[in-house]
């Protein structure tokens, strides 16, 4: 997964793997506003996911309204956060097979 720079409001993330395929974008929020200090929260990884270290994001689940997500393999790097509504559709159609990861 990749994740542009420069879209104030908007999170532009493809597959890696497919540098010309399809962009879903996503309306972010500033995660300082919402979240502050995250260095207590609680992580986890997709029930997907193997435990080789490979492409991961993690989620925090003790925010409500705003879902926390974070690269695995940084985890003091930045964190995204999307409303709750908008993370459910993206995972939604991940299960359905609406997008290519």
């Not at 493809?14 to 929020?29: C, I, M, N, W």
Request: hydrophobic share 40%; glycine share 10%; net charge neutral.
């Amino acid at each position: 997964m990749e994740v542009a720079d420069g879209f104030p409001g908007v999170v532009p993330i493809r597959d890696s793997k497919a540098p010309h395929g399809p962009v879903l974008t996503f309306e972010a929020t500033a995660w300082t506003a919402f979240i502050g200090d995250l260095t207590r929260t609680a992580w986890r990884k997709s029930s997907y996911s193997n435990q080789e270290g490979g492409d991961c994001v993690e989620v925090a689940d003790a925010f409500p309204g705003t879902v926390p997500v974070r690269d695995s393999k940084a985890p003091h790097g930045p964190v995204l956060t999307f409303r709750t509504r908008s993370w459910a559709v993206f995972i939604g159609g991940l299960k359905a097979g609406s997008h290519r990861v």
